[in-house]
């Protein structure tokens, strides 16, 4: 009896592992997907837009273009980054 309530805990606690890396994995898909960029890109736009309104500012539309560009340039410039710094450690 003890030996069937000892491989009940171990069955449970490897389906909490086993849960628990799905999550890090989707998190990790997530943080690295397209789609999260692209959100955070119409996110700052809008923001920007709404800021630069309320500060006054002339051509608001394409003025918002900037910060937004930088973003998503900045996204692929620290992807990039990531690779060499990856490659650099891996081969140490």
């Known amino acids: 009896m003890a030996e069937k309530l000892t491989m009940k805990h171990l069955e449970s606690e490897i389906k ?37 309104h309320f500060l006054g500012f002339d051509n608001i539309f394409l003025g918002a273009i900037i910060p937004t560009a930088w973003y998503l340039l900045s996204t692929l410039w620290v992807h990039s980054m990531k690779k060499i710094y990856v490659k650099k450690y891996l081969n140490k």
């Open 16 to 52: 909490k592992i086993q849960d628990r890396n799905a999550k890090v994995e989707a998190d990790k898909a997530w943080e690295t997907s397209t789609q999260r960029k692209i959100s955070v890109a119409i996110i700052t736009y809008i923001v920007v837009l709404v800021v630069m």
